[in-house]
């Protein structure tokens, strides 16, 4: 079984604020091993302010407003899902793929979880799950079908995670 790296700092966030890193890494490596992502990969995870966010958001997607996770795949697949990356991919210091960069505003988990009644775990679970999705190649943006696709391994993943009541 593969031995996943999963990196998160967080930046611009009081004590208070913080996200659980136990649950990001928890949910990220979820995520993975649900994927068969059978080779060895890291993520680095930023967890940070709204106001950085909306910086980010507007510089990669043009939007001037905050965001709640962002994506950075470092590879392009044609199918959803482990893209069957081979250990060529992998750095020769570390023998693990980088997959990709995700970053989550902290204060956009605590506020849509409020708005979805659900506590902050389950919504950054949710986002972290959704985020690594992207980084193996889901796309819920052009087609339907890709996104009911998607919509239902998040589903999966988070039911293995313990969160059986999402929507």
């Not at 793929?97 to 505003?105: A, D, E, K």
Request: proline content about 3%.
């Amino acid at each position: 079984m593969a031995k996943h790296s999963i990196y998160a700092r967080h930046q611009n966030i009081s004590p208070g604020d913080r996200l659980s890193i136990p649950i990001i890494k928890k949910s990220a490596i979820a995520a993975l091993l649900i994927e068969n992502a059978d080779i060895p990969c890291e993520v680095n995870i930023l967890i940070t302010d709204d106001e950085t966010m909306r910086g980010l958001n507007k510089q990669y997607r043009g939007i001037d407003e905050p965001t709640d996770v962002l994506s950075f795949p470092m590879y392009e697949s044609e199918k959803a899902g482990w893209a069957g990356l081979d250990i060529d991919e992998a750095d020769y210091e570390t023998g693990r793929v980088h997959l990709g960069n995700i970053i989550i505003s902290a204060q956009r988990v605590a506020a849509q979880a409020l708005e979805y009644d659900q506590s902050r775990d389950q919504e950054t679970a949710y986002l972290i799950v959704h985020s690594v999705l992207q980084l193996l190649g889901y796309d819920h943006i052009d087609e339907a079908e890709q996104k009911k696709h998607m919509r239902d391994r998040e589903k999966a993943i988070m039911k293995a995670l313990g969160f059986e009541d999402m929507e």
